[in-house]
């Protein structure tokens, strides 16, 4: 039991930090660069993809016995469609201001190749427990890096923080970070320093490791 | 082993060496700079010494923090990043608050010439990446131009705290280049030549560009192809328009003295690393960015099209070089 707990507490950091889906395996690009002009933004899309993944992730372990390898990915696709027509529809009820924001990158949740990749890659072939432990830190992964581009681009674009002032009336906003080309060079940079500090890491565990083979 | 006075000095070729490296070239750039500097900080006043500082100050640490540690004699020491903060001071409008300049420094060295691997393996030229950046990130500060005023006041704008708005308090005047696009008025040829209009600090004077030009010229640091390929081809094109309606163009030699034109002739578009290998390249190359200044300038949003110019054609050298690459002695003959 307490191994398993770890084994799913394993699988939850993984997505968060180590294969984070944006800085390291990056996936949903689509979404990640044309939705991030506001940090609000970002938290809609990142919920969204949350639930679509969860919900996906714990169908297709369900099924995974009874969906037939030829036809798995349209019928991955059918489910995860389920639930993103889902979304759509509860966020046009509740939040038609968010909705008609994030427009037509909703429906393109479906397209996600984050969703489609873990429903492949790892619900299909684990128990149900451990494709849900996955899904949240993947989820949560996606919707950190959402909140964090989006956050500093409304920042630097707007002075604000989920719409909140931050520096007040004089403010001189940074008009590009608002625009995709500041998407693009805010991303690339974020991927920059992950990538700089996975090789500061790798560089640490190499010198841990030399040390502590001398020491044996 | 080795003799402080040895009889026979054997060395590894090359035994014949010249005294082209990369600092003594920018040494020469630098020196040919020094006379517009000089009439930018004489026209704009202190402040404008101040941002150029500001400038070069920043490209230098930007350049220091992101060298390797046990490297950086031989990454500061060529002087690029000097070059690049002064080039950059040059482009941009004296009244630019100075943490401005701080943030289009940094993205100059960091964006333009870091992160490709240093200098010779930038694709674009750093300095008007910073620019370019700059002027799409604080749009109206990049185009409020001040006029040419007393040698010691400052507009107070340069001061403004990070991250706020600069309140321009001085007299603020329209580019000649701008007074062309949208009022249809003409400035006159003696004022482009001597430098005393608005517009970046050091691209005003057309004389003093241009002797800085011929010096490079005479030192061999800079082909002449793509000055003149530049020009001509500018002037050409802006003549062809300016008979069709001479109310609505632009002459050819507004066209060659106003705005950026000479600056970015001269000083930028010749950075040996984003222009092409070949003379028959190079004559692409030139072309292309004087056929795409006036396209910009007359037909664009903007008034000045001298920066997108150099950028596009930077970006499209590589392909340059590969299409005009030289047949190797003795091959590829027999494969037609």
């Known amino acids: 039991m307490a191994k398993s707990e770890k084994q799913a507490y394993d699988e939850f950091i993984k997505g968060v930090w180590r294969e984070n889906p944006v800085f390291v395996q990056v996936l949903g690009m689509c979404p990640m660069l044309a939705v991030t002009n506001s940090a609000i933004n970002g938290v809609a899309m990142g919920m969204a993809t949350f639930f679509v993944l969860m919900g996906s992730s714990f169908l297709v372990s369900l099924l995974k016995n009874l969906i037939p390898k030829q036809v798995r990915i349209s019928c991955f696709i059918i489910i995860i469609a389920t639930f993103v027509t889902v979304v759509d529809y509860v966020l046009l009820a509740t939040l038609p201001g968010i909705h008609k924001e994030l427009g037509a990158f909703i429906p393109l949740i479906v397209a996600n190749c984050l969703i489609l990749g873990r429903q492949e890659a790892f619900a299909s072939r684990n128990t149900i427990r451990m494709a849900l432990a996955d899904a949240l830190g993947m989820a949560a992964g996606f919707l950190f890096a959402l909140v964090a581009l989006g956050g500093i681009r409304e920042i630097l674009g707007e002075g604000k923080l989920f719409g909140i002032s931050l520096f007040g009336d004089n403010f001189e906003p940074w008009v590009i970070m608002i625009l995709p080309p500041g998407g693009f060079i805010t991303l690339g940079l974020m991927l920059l320093f992950f990538n700089w500090l996975e090789e500061k890491k790798k560089k640490l565990d190499a010198q841990v490791a030399a040390t502590e083979g001398s020491d044996l | 082993m080795t003799q402080k006075d040895p009889k026979l000095l054997i060395q590894p070729g090359p035994q014949l060496r010249q005294q082209m ?12 700079l020094a006379p517009t500097t000089l009439a930018g900080i004489w026209f704009f006043g202190i402040g404008a010494l101040l941002l150029l500082i500001t400038c070069i100050a920043t490209a230098v640490l930007t350049e220091w923090y992101f060298s390797p540690e046990d490297e950086r004699r031989y990454f500061l020491g060529d002087g690029s990043a000097i070059l690049t903060g002064l080039l950059l001071g040059l482009t ?23 992160i490709w691997g240093g200098v010779g393996s930038n694709l674009f030229n750093p300095a008007l990446v910073g620019r370019a950046f700059l002027l799409a990130t604080f749009p109206i500060a990049m185009t409020t131009w001040t006029a040419p005023g007393d040698f010691f006041t400052m507009p107070s704008s340069i001061f403004a705290l990070p991250l706020m708005t600069g309140v321009v308090d001085t007299v603020t005047q329209a580019s000649p280049l701008g007074l062309m696009k949208f009022e249809y008025t003409d400035t006159g040829f003696v004022e482009l030549l001597f430098g005393n209009t608005s517009g970046s600090l050091g691209e005003t004077s057309g004389l003093l560009l241009i002797l800085g030009g011929l010096y490079l010229w005479w030192r061999r640091d800079l082909d002449w192809r793509i000055p003149v390929g530049i020009l001509a081809t500018a002037m050409a094109f802006s003549l062809a328009l300016y008979m069709m309606d001479s109310g609505r163009y632009p002459g050819p030699i507004f066209t060659a003295l106003s705005g950026g034109m000479l600056l970015g002739a001269i000083f930028m578009a010749t950075d040996p690393v984003t222009s092409p290998l070949t003379p028959k390249g190079i004559w692409i190359f030139a072309v292309g960015i004087g056929f795409l200044v006036v396209l910009i300038r007359v037909f664009g949003g903007f008034p000045e099209g001298m920066m997108y110019a150099i950028l596009l054609m930077n970006a499209a050298t590589p392909l340059i070089d590969r299409y005009t690459q030289p047949r190797v002695f003795g091959r590829g003959l027999d494969t037609k």
């Open chain 2, 21 to 32: 490296t990369t600092p003594a070239v920018m040494r020469d750039v630098w020196y040919a």
């Open chain 2, 92 to 114: 941009l409008p004296p009244a630019l608050p100075l943490w401005m300049a701080v943030v289009g420094s940094a993205v100059a060295i960091g964006v333009g010439k870091t």
